[in-house]
């Protein structure tokens, strides 16, 4: 909250955010946040609900400002991928050179095991509307997400989960893909899909010795 960027998005963003959450039920004291994201469809969602709720409900969307990359997970420095998987917010960055960002935490297990000797990293939703693998919402968008997750995580939430998918992983959209070179892993992932998607919970995903995500 010293830093000036922060203490702008508050005045902007907070005001207008803490009215539609209490509208909808949700107490900031006793929030908790989930972003999940699509590459077709370009946008990124707000999950929210209070602590001692069971399900999340669809809080606000965000178009993504740009995009780089073909559909596919993310496997060596350069490409130029956006990541596809389930990440942690691992950093708040109040000193972005994209005003505001928020850091995953990729490479995970699963980009270690699958992807290259050098898989890169620094990947952000921040904000302006360029990108090399990274998640821009505009200025406005990431003064709203900064100051969600930051409330979340102030309201006592430990883990801030980021779903990163390339597209609505039905069956359907599956089978139509299914020659992709990408249908295994995309496979891996739709579980973790299907269970929020069915119930708006979290799921709770591990990563095997071969790199595949499992649910538990």
Same mark, same amino acid.
């Given at each position: 909250m010293a830093h000036p960027r922060v203490q702008v998005a508050y005045g902007e963003a907070w005001p207008n955010l803490r009215r539609q959450l209490q509208e909808r039920g949700i107490e900031p004291a006793k929030m908790e946040v989930f972003f999940r994201v699509f590459k077709i469809g370009?946008?990124?969602?707000v999950w929210a609900r209070n602590r001692d709720a069971p399900a999340f409900t669809l809080f606000k969307t965000y178009p993504l400002a740009g995009t780089s990359g073909t559909l596919g997970p993310k496997r060596r420095e350069g490409d130029g991928q956006v990541p596809e998987g389930f990440y942690r917010i691992d950093r708040f960055n109040p000193q972005s050179l994209y005003y505001l960002s928020l850091g995953l935490d990729y490479p995970n297990a699963a980009d270690r095991q699958l992807g290259s000797a050098r898989?890169?990293?620094?990947?952000?939703?921040h904000g302006s509307n360029?990108?090399?693998?990274?998640?821009?919402?505009?200025?406005?968008?990431?003064?709203?997400?900064?100051?969600? #997750?930051?409330?979340?995580?102030?309201?006592?939430?430990?883990?801030?989960?980021?779903?990163?998918?390339?597209?609505?992983?039905?069956?359907?959209?599956?089978?139509?893909?299914?020659?992709?070179?990408?249908?295994?892993?995309?496979?891996?992932? #739709?579980?973790?899909?299907?269970?929020? #998607?069915?119930?708006?919970?979290?799921?709770?995903?591990?990563i095997n010795a071969q790199g595949t995500y499992v649910l538990n």
């Open positions: 370009k946008r990124l969602e898989p890169g990293g620094d990947i952000f939703i360029v990108t090399i693998g990274c998640l821009p919402i505009t200025d406005a968008g990431i003064k709203e997400v900064y100051v969600l #997750a930051t409330e979340a995580r102030q309201a006592g939430q430990e883990e801030l989960w980021v779903h990163i998918f390339p597209f609505e992983l039905t069956e359907d959209q599956l089978l139509g893909r299914r020659t992709s070179v990408h249908h295994g892993f995309w496979q891996s992932l #739709a579980p973790g899909y299907r269970q929020f #998607a069915q119930h708006h919970t979290l799921p709770t995903v591990s």
